[in-house]
C-alpha cells in the first residue's frame, strides 16, 4: 500500500470511528487501522517488512540489516529479472555465468551453488534439494505483479528455519485487486536476446479478483572468453494465475500457480581450454580428457603427480593450439538442457476479534531437469503444509508461532554416455602408437558421467517455531525465539535468535542480533559422483603398455550439516527527511562449512570457516527530482586461518535517478566488484576485477507507460565475472549490450 492510499486508510477509518461506525469494521481493517494510528506520519512512506520477525513491521524498527527492492528499481534500470536487480544490493554478489544465468552470493563463501541464503517467492519457499540451491530466472515473476523484494542480510532461521544462514530474499507479490486491467513489458536487445511479458487482471464479483500472465524469453548464442561461439542459445516460457477471494469480513483465500519450460538447445561447447605441465620427461607429456561436462569435449593437460602449487600451471587459448611437436584441434559437442516445472500453492488467512491474526498455506510443485549431454536426468517433488500466526499480548508483547512440514520426493536417472571419437593428434608421443590409439577409438565404459549413489528418494522435515516480540519500553524493542527442525539431511536441533533494537531518537536506530543457524548439505554434495576424465597410466606389462582409467571425484556421505553462530549490529539514520542511512557490522563462525575440495578424490569437504564484514546503503533525495541510491560492502573470510577469495572482498554501486522533467528521467549506475578466485580441483582460475557502467533515459509519453533505451556494462567490450567451479572450463563473456524497453503498467 502506498503513501497516499494509507493516509486515505487512515483518514476513513478514523472518520468511521468517530463516528460510532466501528463495529460495521471487519477485523482485517480494525487491525490496519491500529497499526497505521500507532505510526508518525513521517514514518508512513516506509515499507512494511515480512522477513524478520514473520509479520508485517515498518522497516524503520526493523532490528536488521534490510534492503528494499521496488518494481521501479527493475523497470527503470532495464532489468529482465529481478535476480539483476540483487546487483545493487550491499553485501550481495551477482554474478553472470552460462546460459544467461545470474548467480548471487550473499555476505562471502558463494560458489556456484548451493547458495546460503533462503529464498521465498510469492508465499513458498524455492530450492532444488538436489543443487541446494534455486533457479531464480526460472521461478521469477513478471515485475508488474511484484509488490517488493525483501532482502534481509543476517540470519533467519529462528523464524524460516535450515538455509536461512547468511540472509533470507523474499519476494512478495500483489493482490489480484491491484493488477486489474492489461500490462505488457518488451525487452529487445541488440544481441538478438527478447523477452516479453503480458499480465491481464479482472474482477469476478465483489469479492471475487485474478490474474495471468504468460512470459517468452528467448536467448542468443553468447561468446566465450576466447571469442568462440558460446553455443548457449534457448529459450524460457512461463506462465500463471492468481485468485483472491474475500470468504468473510474476516477471512480471505487465494490460490496460485504457474509453469514453466527452458530449453538450452546448445548447451555451452567450453572445449577452449587447455592446462598442461611437463611430465619428468618433457617429451612425454600425460594428458586427461574431460569429457562430457557441460558439453564438454576438451583435454586438460594433468599430470599424474599434481603439482603443489597452482602457479605452475599454465594456460593456453581456445581453437587449434600448439603444445611443442603437438597440435589438438578443438573439438565441440552440443548438447540439450531441459528444465520443466509447475507449482500451486493456496493460503487461508484469517483474523479473530481478539487480533489473532493466522494463515494456512500448502504448495506443491514439481521439476523435472535433465542434463541430456551427460545422461543425467532428476525429478523432484515437494509438498509443504504449513501454519502461522501472530497474537498481540496486551500493549508489550506479540507472539509469532507456527508449524510446518515438507515431504520432497526424488528420483534420479542416469545413463552411460559412449565417448565420442578422440579428437585429432598430430606428432604426440604418447598416442603415437596406434594400439594405443586403437585402444582408445574403442574405448567403452558404463560408467554414468555422472551418478546419483543414494537408494533414499523421499525426504521429510518438520518444523516449529516460537517467538515473542518485547516492547520493553518506548524506544527499546526485544525479540527472542527458536525454531525446532527435525530434518532428514540436517539431522534434528534447535535454531535460537535473539535481536533488540533502541530507538535512540526520532532520527537514529541501533540494533543488535546474535543467531544460531544450520545448512544442510546438497545431495549432489552427499550422495553424487563425477567421473569426468580417463587418464592413459603406462604399464609395460600391460597390451599396448598402459591403461585407460577413470577420473572420479565422489560425494561424501559423511557430510554433517553447517553450524554457524553469527553475530550483527547495526545502525539506521535519517538525519533529515530526504536522507536515510544504514550501516551493518557481522561476524559469522562456521563449523563444517561444505567447500570444494582441493587435495582429495571428494568433491567435498568440512572445515571450519570464519567471515565478517560490514555493508553501507544510503537512500538520498538531493532535490526534489534528483535522487542517489548505493552502497558498499566489505566482506572476508577465512577457511582453517586462511583467506578465502571466492567471494569479492569490496563491492561498491551508486544509483543517479534525475528526472529532467515530468515524464523524462535519467538513470546512471556504476556496480564495482573485486577480484575473485573460482575453487578448482587444480587451477584455480582468477576473475579480474570490473567496474560497470549502466546508462538509460525512461521517457513516460502518457501515463501508465514507460519507454526506456539503455545501454550496459559501456566501459569495455566485455568481461567475465564467473565460471563453474571445480571445472577448468572456459567462462563466458558478459558483454556490452544495448536495449529497448517498453512497459505498460496498470
Do not use: C
Not at 493460503?347 to 545422461?375: C, R
Not at 515438507?406 to 594400439?435: G, H, M
Not at 597390451?543 to 553447517?562: A, H, K, M, T, Y
Amino acid at each position: 500500500m502506498n503513501l497516499k492510499k494509507k493516509i486515505l486508510v487512515a483518514f476513513s477509518l478514523s472518520f468511521a470511528s468517530f463516528f460510532g461506525f466501528a463495529d460495521e469494521l471487519t477485523n482485517f481493517e480494525k487491525a490496519e487501522l491500529k497499526r497505521l494510528l500507532d505510526l508518525d506520519l513521517d514514518k508512513l512512506a516506509d515499507q512494511p517488512v515480512q522477513g524478520v520477525l514473520g509479520y508485517d513491521q515498518e522497516y524503520w524498527r526493523n532490528p536488521a540489516s534490510v534492503h528494499i527492492i521496488r518494481p521501479e528499481d527493475i523497470t527503470e534500470h532495464g532489468f529482465a529479472n529481478s535476480v539483476e536487480a540483487l546487483r545493487a544490493v550491499p553485501g550481495m554478489h551477482v554474478s553472470r555465468g552460462l546460459a544467461y544465468d545470474n548467480f548471487a552470493a550473499m555476505r562471502n563463501f558463494s560458489g556456484f551453488s548451493p547458495q546460503k541464503f533462503l529464498g521465498k517467492i510469492g508465499g513458498r519457499e524455492v530450492s532444488q534439494l538436489m543443487l541446494g540451491s534455486a533457479n531464480y530466472s526460472v521461478d521469477d515473476y513478471p515485475v508488474a505483479v511484484i509488490d517488493r523484494i525483501e532482502i534481509i542480510r543476517g540470519p533467519g532461521a529462528s523464524i524460516w528455519g535450515t538455509n536461512a544462514v547468511n540472509g533470507v530474499i523474499n519476494l512478495v507479490t500483489k493482490h489480484s485487486a491491484d493488477t486489474q486491467g492489461d500490462s505488457v513489458r518488451l525487452l529487445v536487445q541488440d544481441n538478438g536476446t527478447f523477452m516479453g511479458d503480458y499480465v491481464h487482471g479482472g474482477q469476478i464479483s465483489d469479492d471475487s479478483y485474478y490474474r495471468f500472465w504468460v512470459r517468452d524469453q528467448e536467448y542468443a548464442e553468447g561468446t566465450l572468453d576466447s571469442g568462440l561461439p558460446a553455443r548457449d542459445d534457448g529459450y524460457l516460457r512461463k506462465a500463471g494465475f492468481r485468485f483472491d477471494k474475500k470468504l468473510s469480513s474476516d477471512l480471505n483465500f487465494y490460490i496460485a500457480g504457474g509453469g514453466a519450460t527452458r530449453r538450452l538447445e546448445h548447451t555451452l561447447d567450453l572445449s577452449a581450454r587447455l592446462l598442461y605441465q611437463n611430465s619428468i620427461l618433457p617429451e612425454y607429456p600425460e594428458f586427461i580428457p574431460l569429457s562430457y561436462i557441460q558439453g564438454v569435449e576438451p583435454f586438460l593437460g594433468i599430470p599424474l603427480n599434481l603439482p603443489s602449487t597452482p602457479s605452475s600451471w599454465s594456460s593456453i587459448a581456445s581453437g587449434d593450439v600448439n603444445f611443442g611437436d603437438s597440435q589438438i584441434t578443438r573439438y565441440e559437442r552440443y548438447g540439450d538442457l531441459t528444465n520443466d516445472s509447475g507449482h500451486v500453492v493456496a493460503k487461508l488467512e484469517g483474523i479473530t476479534d481478539s487480533d489473532l491474526e493466522w494463515s494456512l498455506t500448502g504448495a506443491v510443485e514439481h521439476t523435472e531437469i535433465s542434463l541430456g549431454h551427460i545422461g543425467f536426468d532428476w525429478d523432484q517433488t515437494q509438498y509443504d503444509l504449513g501454519f502461522d500466526a501472530n497474537q498481540p499480548l496486551g500493549d508489550f508483547h506479540r507472539l509469532s508461532f507456527g508449524l510446518a512440514a515438507r515431504r520432497t520426493d526424488l528420483d534420479v536417472t542416469t545413463e552411460v554416455i559412449e565417448p565420442f571419437a578422440f579428437p585429432s593428434l598430430k606428432n604426440l608421443s604418447l598416442l603415437s602408437n596406434p594400439t594405443n590409439l586403437a585402444l582408445l577409438s574403442s574405448y567403452s565404459d558404463s560408467t554414468p558421467i555422472l551418478s546419483y549413489d543414494q537408494e533414499f528418494t523421499k525426504f521429510d522435515r518438520l518444523s516449529a517455531y516460537l517467538q515473542d516480540s518485547i516492547s520493553l519500553t518506548d524506544s527499546v524493542e526485544l525479540s527472542i525465539g527458536t525454531k525446532f527442525e527435525e530434518n532428514d539431511l540436517a539431522g534434528t536441533g534447535f535454531q535460537p535468535g535473539v535481536r533488540a533494537s533502541w530507538l535512540a531518537n526520532d532520527s537514529n536506530v541501533l540494533w543488535a542480533g546474535y543467531s544460531q543457524a544450520h545448512r544442510q548439505p546438497s545431495l549432489r554434495e552427499r550422495y553424487t559422483t563425477l567421473t569426468p576424465a580417463k587418464v592413459w597410466i603406462p604399464n609395460p606389462l600391460l597390451p599396448g603398455g598402459g591403461i585407460w582409467s577413470n577420473v572420479q571425484f565422489e560425494g561424501d556421505e559423511s557430510l554433517d550439516r553447517e553450524e554457524i553462530d553469527t553475530y550483527e549490529i547495526g545502525w539506521r539514520s535519517r538525519p533529515s527527511e530526504n536522507l536515510l542511512l544504514e550501516l551493518s557490522s557481522y561476524y559469522y563462525d562456521t563449523k563444517n562449512a561444505v567447500l570444494a575440495s582441493q587435495t582429495s578424490v571428494n568433491a567435498y569437504e568440512a572445515k571450519d570457516a570464519k567471515s565478517y564484514g560490514g555493508e553501507l546503503s544510503i537512500d538520498w533525495d538531493v532535490s526534489s527530482v534528483w535522487n542517489l541510491r548505493g552502497g558498499y560492502s566489505l566482506a572476508r573470510g577465512e577457511i582453517e586461518g586462511e583467506r578465502n577469495f571466492d567471494f569479492p572482498e569490496q563491492t561498491a554501486n551508486l544509483t543517479s535517478r534525475f528526472a529532467y522533467s515530468d515524464n523524462l528521467t535519467f538513470i546512471q549506475s556504476l556496480f564495482y566488484a573485486d577480484e575473485t578466485q573460482i575453487p578448482s580441483d587444480y587451477n584455480p582460475v582468477s576473475i579480474p576485477s570490473h567496474l560497470r557502467l549502466d546508462l538509460g533515459l525512461v521517457w513516460e509519453p502518457r501515463d501508465g507507460w514507460e519507454i526506456g533505451i539503455f545501454g550496459r556494462d559501456l566501459l569495455e567490450p566485455y568481461h567475465v565475472e564467473t565460471m563453474l567451479p571445480g571445472i577448468d572450463v572456459e567462462p563466458a563473456r558478459v558483454e556490452r549490450t544495448f536495449l529497448l524497453s517498453i512497459y505498460k503498467k496498470f
